[in-house]
């Protein structure tokens, strides 16, 4: 399918998906317990809590079809951090790094600035290639003080 046979009703059931799963009780509260950690804890919280997999285990209905792309925002970091899926099925940069070593991010961060910016510019880079293997998708994402979900569609 190109996007000029994109039809206006699959749009609005792309949408309606994405809504449902984001107003989720389990998923506000995963959310809002990203931004209530502790600031030197919020990087292994969000891989804890936002992940794909994390997200299912707390009762989130993830469509087996959509991308989940959870992002933390912060003043001061590189770039948004996504703790959604890696490229072809695997872990991303990010939550990869958590489950290895849980906090080293965070220390990271404080520690060794430049190395926190090249691994945030790298899971960022790995994000993108999966957005750009598909040919059309829709994505939406909601969020308040510093925390964003989001969930989409790529057809192949």
Request: with cysteine; charged share 25%; aromatic share 4%.
């Amino acid at each position: 399918m190109s996007v000029h046979e994109l039809e206006v009703e699959e749009l609005r059931s792309l949408t309606q998906q994405t809504l449902e799963v984001i107003t989720t009780p389990a998923f506000v509260a995963a959310v809002r317990a990203v931004g209530s950690a502790p600031a030197d804890q919020r990087l292994l919280e969000g891989s804890q809590r936002l992940s794909p997999g994390a997200l299912r285990e707390q009762g989130v209905d993830l469509p087996s079809e959509m991308r989940i792309s959870s992002r933390y925002f912060e003043e001061g970091l590189p770039s948004s951090i996504e703790f959604g899926d890696g490229p072809c099925g695997r872990l991303n940069t990010i939550n990869a790094l958590n489950q290895t070593a849980p906090g080293a991010l965070d220390r990271i961060r404080k520690s060794d600035p430049d190395l926190f910016r090249r691994l945030v510019e790298l899971a960022d880079k790995e994000s993108m290639d999966v957005m750009q293997d598909a040919r059309m998708g829709a994505c939406s994402c909601a969020g308040k003080n510093g925390t964003c979900g989001g969930i989409g569609t790529g057809l192949q």
